[in-house]
């Protein structure tokens, strides 16, 4: 069994920051990329960021600036940092993994999600 929660999503103001985290805990060997997607209402689930073992990252070109992605391994951890928000970034922010379990099988898997609103 594999898990990945996120949290750090919440009620902020235009121009405010948040940080979401996500942690990933069961039958893990080892993890290979990990990305953060959102999904607004009545629209299609988005791909935000990237970023793989190694560290390299890639971001959708309506968040390069604003929002940083970082992974700490040791802990199986993946952040969001988001500054200058905007009231379109409001959605729900999902966490994504490509792991290897103990049986060096490899799979995706998603978190539950967290709600981010931006809004005065």
């Known amino acids: 069994q594999v898990q990945l929660v996120e949290s750090g999503g919440g009620l902020v103001q235009p121009g405010g920051s948040l940080r979401l985290s996500c942690a990933a805990s069961?039958?893990?060997?080892?993890?290979?990329?990990m990305a953060w997607y959102r999904q607004a209402p009545g629209k299609q689930r988005e791909l935000v960021a990237t970023?793989?073992?190694?560290?390299?990252?890639n971001y959708a070109d309506s968040v390069k600036g604003r929002f940083t992605i970082s992974r700490d391994n040791a802990k199986n951890m993946v952040y969001l940092q988001m500054s200058s928000l905007k009231p379109e970034d409001t959605a729900v922010y999902y966490c994504?993994?490509?792991?290897?379990?103990?049986?060096?099988?490899?799979?995706?898997?998603w978190g539950q999600g967290t709600q981010v609103t931006v809004s005065s």
């Open positions: 994504n993994a490509d792991l290897q379990n103990y049986l060096k099988i490899i799979s995706n898997y």
């Open positions: 069961g039958n893990i060997f080892t993890i290979y990329n």
């Open positions: 970023i793989t073992s190694g560290g390299s990252t």
